[in-house]
């Protein structure tokens, strides 16, 4: 029995405005998305992806922050089905491959209060989809591996789940995923 329902940020959550930068400057693609993943594992902070993406793109990083803050919105069709979770009582998880000091700048603290953990792989020097970071996520909501489906809308991140024994659902849209549920029986 689903005891635990754990989602993805990006792309899940919120929309990811990095994808907008990589899209404009794709030329830079490769560099810019080096430079996330060194963020993602916990190599750099907050200020110094800023200053590497400013140098990259060659924006200032008062210009890149900004294409981050207005770019990322919640998914509130996702917040209310979080809400309904919430109301069965399933602990909610969130892993998030994201850098240090992200989390409070880009998730507003009334949707990460709807969270009973998160875990910021740049926090915990891990990512997705390495096996350690979901064992982390069951072990925070203190749940088996058989007791929790993971939500994300990369698919690898989804195999990396079922591999430690989770049920996982590729994320599509609020459609699939209410869909996704019902099978699992998981009422919202």
């Not at 922050?65 to 990322?72: G, K, M, N, T």
């Not at 996702?78 to 000091?101: D, F």
């Not at 992200?102 to 009973?116: G, H």
């Not at 609020?174 to 996704?180: A, E, F, G």
Request: charged residues 25%; glycine residues 4%; contains cysteine.
């Amino acid at each position: 029995m689903i005891q635990a329902v754990i989602f993805d940020c990006f792309g899940v959550l919120l929309i990811d405005a990095t994808q907008s930068l990589l899209e404009k400057y794709s030329k830079k693609k490769d560099r810019l998305l080096e430079v996330r993943r060194q963020a993602d594992a916990g190599f750099l902070n907050r200020s110094q992806l800023l200053e590497q993406f400013s140098e990259i793109i060659g924006m200032s990083t008062s210009e890149v922050d900004a294409v981050f803050r207005s770019e990322h919105q919640i998914n509130q069709p996702l917040v209310e089905a979080i809400n309904a979770l919430k109301k069965q009582n399933y602990q909610i998880g969130m892993i998030t491959n994201l850098g240090s000091g992200w989390i409070d700048e880009l998730v507003p603290r009334k949707i990460q209060d709807l969270f009973d953990d998160i875990v910021v792989s740049g926090e915990v020097k891990m990512t997705k989809p390495s096996s350690e970071i979901y064992e982390l996520s069951l072990y925070n909501l203190n749940v088996q591996a058989k007791e929790a489906v993971f939500i994300d809308d990369i698919e690898a991140n989804c195999w990396a789940a079922k591999d430690v024994g989770m049920q996982a659902i590729h994320y599509i849209n609020i459609k699939n995923l209410t869909d996704s549920f019902i099978k699992l029986d998981i009422k919202i």
